[in-house]
Nanobody, 119 residues
Framework: QLQASGGGLVQAGGSLRLSCAAS????????MGWFRQAPGKEREFVAM????????EYADSAKGRFTVPRDNAKNTVYLQMNSLKPEDTAVYYC??????????????WGQGTLVTVSS
């Protein structure tokens, strides 16, 4: 089970750190991803990190503002979001265990956490 948390209301320009904690299974050897879905829009990729942290990928909208650190000892991955914009408002989801190399598909999904950025 994946539990995402840390969402909330923040002003534009502010920061939030989302957490995704896994329980009942280890994510130590799994790539992890973050996605988001804004109202009326399809879910979109935000960021991902390889199992050892050696490789990260970001959507263009996240580059330079978001990072995706992980702490395997805590079985947790984070999404650090800085310089937030109103267009970052969305429900954010974490995902585990990439389906295949080079894909942005994952086997396991957590429930979302809502991020609202006010202008």
């Amino acid at each position: 089970q994946l539990q995402a948390s840390g969402g909330g209301l923040v002003q534009a320009g502010g920061s939030l750190r989302l957490s995704c904690a896994a329980s009942g299974r280890t994510i130590r050897y799994e790539s992890m991803g973050w996605f988001r879905q804004a109202p009326g829009k399809e879910r979109e990729f935000v960021a991902m990190i390889s199992w050892n942290g050696g490789r990260t990928e970001y959507a263009d909208s996240a580059k330079g503002r978001f990072t995706v650190p992980r702490d395997n000892a805590k079985n947790t991955v984070y999404l650090q979001m800085n310089s937030l914009k109103p267009e970052d408002t969305a429900v954010y989801y974490c995902a585990a265990d990439q389906v295949g190399a080079g894909t942005r598909e994952f086997h396991y999904w957590g429930q979302g956490t809502l991020v609202t950025v006010s202008s």
